[in-house]
Structure formats: C-alpha cells, structure tokens
C-alpha cells in the first residue's frame, strides 16, 4: 500500500521547534510534489507548506512564513518540515500528500480538479505552555 508515513510530532512550548518527516512507503518520492497539511480541532484542513519535484520550487502560508522550512531528500525517500518559534495557533494534526502537477500548490482540497493522494495517519503537534 502506498502511503506516507509522518514522524517527529510532539508537546512543545511556545518559541520551540520541531522537525517533522514524511516518509513514503510503497512509492518513490522522486516523480511528485508534496505538501505539509494541517488540521486543527474544529477548523478545516490547511495548507501549510509544499516543494516541488525538483525542490526549486516553494510555498508557505502566511502564516508560518519565515517560521518553517520545507526540505526534501530523494535520496531517503522523505521530506521534512522544519518548525521553529512555534506558536499555540500550529497545534494541529499535519499530514503530507503527494501532488502530481509541476510546481506545487497549498489549495487544501487538491489541485487542477485532482485530490491529493497517499495521505498519512498524520503527526499531531500541540504547542503549549
């Protein structure tokens, strides 16, 4: 089954820091996009976060612009998201999905009409004091 497998979640305080990965298993990372996707209690999905195939490409939502940085290695078949001064307002459950279009994309809900696919169980992150 192809699927990715998300790591690295866990209690942190405010202004600390996490890295998550995203692993895939199953498939090889090399020929997608891949986006960071959060959602929050009660909120929608977001998008957070995304590179594409060849990584020249990215995107960060607003508001965690400056914050996050997205990085990925073929090589290991994974990719990160690495969070610093996190805020209260990150908690969430993040997940990462592959992308099949050039270029990559935030729209939550997929891109050109197409779904995101091999979604993950997903990493919860919850920034508390």
């Known amino acids: 089954q192809s699927q990715f497998v998300e790591s690295g979640g866990g209690l942190v305080q405010p202004g600390g820091s996490l890295r998550l990965s995203c692993a895939a298993s199953?498939?090889?990372?090399?020929?997608?996009?891949i986006g960071w996707f959060r959602q929050a209690p009660g909120k929608e999905r977001e998008g957070v976060s995304c590179?594409?195939?060849?990584?020249?490409?990215?995107k960060y939502a607003d508001s965690v612009k400056g914050r996050f940085t997205i990085s990925r290695d073929n090589a290991k078949n994974t990719v990160y998201l690495q969070m610093n001064s996190l805020k209260v307002e990150d908690t969430a459950l993040y997940s990462c999905?592959?992308?099949?279009?050039?270029?990559?994309?935030?729209?939550?809900?997929?891109?050109?009409?197409?779904?995101?696919?091999?979604w993950g169980q997903g990493t919860q992150v919850t920034v508390s004091s």
């Open positions: 999905a592959v992308d099949v279009y050039p270029g990559c994309g935030l729209e939550a809900g997929g891109r050109l009409g197409r779904p995101y696919d091999h």
């Open positions: 199953g498939f090889t990372l090399d020929y997608y996009a």
């Open positions: 590179i594409s195939r060849s990584g020249d490409v990215t």
